[in-house]
T-cell receptor, first 110, second 113 residues
Framework: QKEVEQNSGPLSVPEGAIASLNCTYSDRGSQSFFWYRQYSGKSPELIMSIYSNGDKEDGRFTAQLNKASQYVSLLIRDSQPSDSATYLCALYTGGFKTIFGAGTRLFVKA | KAGVTQTPRYLIKTRGQQVTLSCSPISGHRSVSWYQQTPGQGLQFLFEYFSETQRNKGNFPGRFSGRQFSNSRSEMNVSTLELGDSALYLC????????????FGPGTRLTVL
């Protein structure tokens, strides 16, 4: 079992819809959880961090964390074509190491 | 505040050569992590440095090494390059004692011929 699992996609949604990206992890000791956005040919950009169970909202983005079920998700409301990118789920497990999932490709159709 | 910088941005080398990549973290960030990103393997953790000491390392051969200087700048070295080393090499810095958020530099694209 991989430490961080994401559906590789592509996930295709129409413009204006809600995009839902999911991530499961295996290490119950994980402390911090992150979502990064990576455009083709660019480096990852941090868009959301979440540390406790529940929802955290920032603009059109909502991160959801459920430690009991070991999943973290990212919702993108009112999806725009500019949101088309690969979204990487990452978690800090302690010991100076952050682990990344393989990413989910999102395509927003205009 | 200036972001993470990496030099060079692009490199072309031939098999058997060695290469050194440089990373300057965000001011005040003392932890630097290095990653290799390839289309097939995604982001793979190479190693992390804090206070000039390697604190963790990933599952890479000894040809991959790194170091960190007293000003927190970091270098990574790959010796005896192989074709499979062609990748985007990313460094990320973070503020130790904070919330462990990492911020990435633009990366160095290494091509091995």
């Amino acid at each position: 079992q991989k430490e961080v699992e994401q559906n590789s996609g592509p996930l295709s949604v129409p413009e204006g819809a809600i995009a839902s990206l999911n991530c499961t992890y295996s290490d119950r000791g994980s402390q911090s959880f992150f979502w990064y956005r990576q455009y083709s040919g660019k480096s990852p950009e941090l868009i959301m961090s979440i540390y406790s169970n529940g929802d955290k909202e920032d603009g059109r983005f909502t991160a959801q964390l459920n430690k009991a079920s070991q999943y973290v998700s990212l919702l993108i409301r009112d999806s725009q074509p500019s949101d088309s990118a690969t979204y990487l789920c990452a978690l800090y497990t302690g010991g100076f190491k952050t682990i990344f999932g393989a990413g989910t490709r999102l395509f927003v159709k205009a | 505040k200036a972001g993470v910088t990496q030099t060079p941005r692009y490199l072309i080398k031939t098999r058997g050569q060695q290469v050194t990549l440089s990373c300057s973290p965000i001011s005040g960030h003392r932890s630097v992590s290095w990653y290799q990103q390839t289309p097939g393997q995604g982001l793979q953790f190479l190693f992390e440095y804090f206070s000039e000491t390697q604190r963790n390392k990933g599952n890479f051969p000894g040809r991959f090494s790194g170091r960190q200087f007293s000003n927190s700048r970091s270098e990574m070295n790959v010796s005896t390059l192989e074709l499979g080393d062609s990748a985007l090499y990313l460094c990320a810095s973070s503020y130790v004692g904070g919330n462990n958020e990492q911020f990435f530099g633009p990366g160095t694209r290494l091509t091995v011929l």
